[in-house]
């Protein structure tokens, strides 16, 4: 049987899909001929054609406009057949931040993108293929269904499947429902079902019973029932959805993926010229913090948080495979948290190998000196700690389980050990007040040669997050986000089952302080390419060298043996008091050393902890090509969160 699979814009043109690489992997286990559609970068070739199209404005729809939801209004017109309000949307956009210049793109895509879709239908339904899936996640949704619309008009007898993030729990079974040329969605991890799924579609068209004296419907009918989580129709046309499994996969059963035909469809596109290509690798899924404490905004583990991780000899054999493979070093291991198991294990592996991989991991902020170092000789170039915010206060609020110091230690650490930090700072918790505030961003200043945030913005309400499930937290009037009106023209209870993100009243510090901290947070990232503060051991002294704006030194030397010993001490957040008792100087003495410190920006404080901001002087960022100071331009990492 042949299955096409397709990866629809908004995916990243860096990477090949990872969902449809395991899919694949699954069917042609099964004997079935699979073909992957990189249908993003069929967009990329045709919109180039036609407009000055560049990497910044794909960006812009794949991830920069995610809560605006512009990515999806682009498709909408094709989805429906007709265009939408673009006066609306233009004046939503606007109210959220897009420039004119977005905005009118924005509207100019919106009339263009028709004719790619219908282009692309045609082409899809002339593969002929028996199964036709569509991956989706984030602004894919409404890519993927204007071509599974006009491809079902060509193709009637396709069997049309969606899967993916945008397709768990509720999501999925309103997707189904409201889009009757959508034959099947995957809810939740497609190893089992989709193969399934291929199974009972062979068998009805071979027009074999599955089961003993049934007819093909019936059997097929019966075989779709017994998938778990699976969406369907009866021969009444009744859309049907069966409850998701009630365990997810042991991690034995998670696939690798194959990603044949990527780098040659990249190679012969125009986003070659944009992108250096990565691979994406998992090693695990759920996540093991939130098991026990979930994070209150986070909605990223869906409905399948229960952590699972692969061996440390399979995860450290699929990376060094597909790098053989596919003679690529650049990996993004999509785990939500790093498996502490693999630190011992596969990251002193990597280190010792004879590969110069380089790799980004998601991992909890709490990591050690040591700990930072052992991913930077890895090959970790990028790490996203899940700093999320500076005030202990609010960390707690959050249920992050660390403090302000702890997060402000990780930067200092990742950035001696070469590893950049990829964050965003958060704001809008029920609970949160202004003082929360206040005491951070009077020392940004002193921060700003650490890695500055990607942005501060308000918190979304994600569906899947406790601030989602559990209105007693403070959000308990709960709407579908506003563009998706937009998008779907639907009634509010669809857009209900549809939606993954949600409006609510506002909660924390109001929008004045808000854009004071996002000011903040700019003129750190404008400030950050230039600054400096590094210290080393000389001769028993500790020389300190800054570089910031808002301290009028540039040398400091530590030579008195006491407080040298503060200053390593200070290497982990402690209170004044620990500092006393674990030095023996009196408290008066401790409070002269703290506060002198302070006035210098060498101590961040916050909950009655310190703990000094000085990086490593032969830390690796220092020696990596590019870095400059006085003012050069220098690359800033950013990160969507």
């Known amino acids: ?97 897009a420039s004119p210049d977005e905005t009118a793109m924005t509207r100019a895509l919106h009339g263009l993108v028709p004719e790619f879709t219908a282009r692309l239908a045609a082409e899809l339904a002339a593969e002929q293929a028996d199964v036709v899936g569509f991956t989706t996640t984030f602004q894919q949704n409404t890519a993927a269904l204007a071509a599974a619309r006009l491809l079902k008009e060509l193709a009637p007898g396709t069997h049309v499947v969606f899967g993916g993030a945008n397709c768990d729990g509720e999501m999925g079974a309103a997707l189904h429902r409201c889009f009757p040329f959508v034959d099947h969605v995957v809810r939740g991890e497609g190893e089992t079902a989709f193969p399934a799924l291929l199974d009972a579609v062979a068998g009805l068209r071979a027009g074999a019973g599955l089961r003993a004296g049934a007819g093909p419907e019936a059997a097929y009918e019966s075989a779709l029932a017994g998938i778990a989580g699976l969406c369907w129709r009866d021969r009444s046309g009744a859309a049907r959805a069966q409850p998701m499994a009630g365990r997810p996969l042991p991690p034995g059963e998670i696939l690798a993926p194959s990603y044949e035909g990527f780098f040659e469809r990249l190679d012969a596109s125009a986003a070659a010229q944009w992108v250096q290509p990565k691979l994406l690798v998992e090693g695990s899924r759920g996540c093991w913090w939130g098991e026990k404490h979930h994070c209150t905004f986070c909605g990223l583990n869906g409905s399948s948080m229960e952590f699972r991780s692969k061996s440390p000899d399979r995860f450290h054999a699929e990376l060094l495979d597909l790098a053989a493979r596919f003679q690529v070093l650049d990996f993004v291991v999509v785990d939500n948290i790093l498996d502490m198991g693999y630190f011992d294990t596969v990251l002193r592996r990597l280190a010792e190998g004879e590969y110069d991989v380089r790799l980004h991991f998601e991992v909890k902020s709490n990591l050690r000196k040591h700990q930072f170092r052992m991913l930077g000789d890895a090959g970790a170039v990028m790490v996203q700690p899940g700093i999320e915010s500076l005030s202990t206060r609010v960390l707690k609020l959050m249920d992050k389980g660390v403090t302000g110091c702890q997060n402000v230690r ?45 942005g501060a913005s308000r918190i979304a309400i994600e569906r899947f997050s406790p601030y989602f499930d559990r209105p007693e937290l403070g959000f308990a009037d709960l709407r579908p986000a506003p563009q998706y009106a937009e998008v779907y023209r639907l009634p509010e209870e669809e857009l209900a089952g549809l939606a993954y993100l949600f409006a609510a009243e506002p909660r924390g510090i109001g929008d004045d302080l808000g854009a004071e901290l996002g000011a903040a947070v700019e003129a750190w990232r404008a400030e950050h390419p230039a600054c400096r503060l590094t210290w080393q051991e000389a001769g028993g002294r500790i020389v300190l060298v800054s570089r910031r704006p808002a301290y009028d030194w540039t040398v400091h030397e530590l030579a008195d043996p006491a407080e040298t010993a503060l200053f390593r001490l200070l290497e982990q957040p402690r209170t004044a008091a620990v500092l006393g008792a674990k030095s023996g100087l009196p408290a008066e003495r401790v409070r002269a050393v703290l506060d002198r410190w302070t006035g210098l920006g060498l101590l961040f404080h ?36």
């Open 1 to 97: 049987m042949k299955v096409l699979l397709v990866n629809m814009p908004w995916g990243s043109v860096e990477v090949p899909s990872l969902a449809l690489g395991i899919l694949r992997t699954a069917a042609e286990a099964r004997g079935h001929e699979v073909l992957v559609r990189e249908a993003n970068l069929d967009f990329v070739d045709w919109i180039t054609e036609r407009t000055p199209f560049t990497l910044d404005d794909y960006t812009y729809y794949a991830t920069n406009s995610y809560f605006q939801g512009a990515g999806d209004w682009v498709f909408s017109g094709a989805l429906h057949g007709s265009p939408g309000d673009a006066d609306a949307f233009s004046r939503f956009l606007a109210r959220h931040g």
């Open 410 to 454: 990780a930067l200092r650490d990742a950035q001696s050990a070469g590893v950049s930090a990829c964050w965003n700072y958060l704001y809008g918790f029920p609970g949160e007040a202004p003082e929360d505030y206040r005491g951070v961003l009077a020392q940004m200043p002193l921060l700003h040669h650490l890695e500055p945030p990607a």
């Open 606 to 641: 916050e909950n009655g902890g310190y703990v000094h901001v000085a990086v490593e002087a032969d830390n690796q960022a220092l020696l990596r090509p590019g870095h400059r100071h006085h003012g050069e331009e220098q690359r800033s990492a950013a990160c969507v969160g």
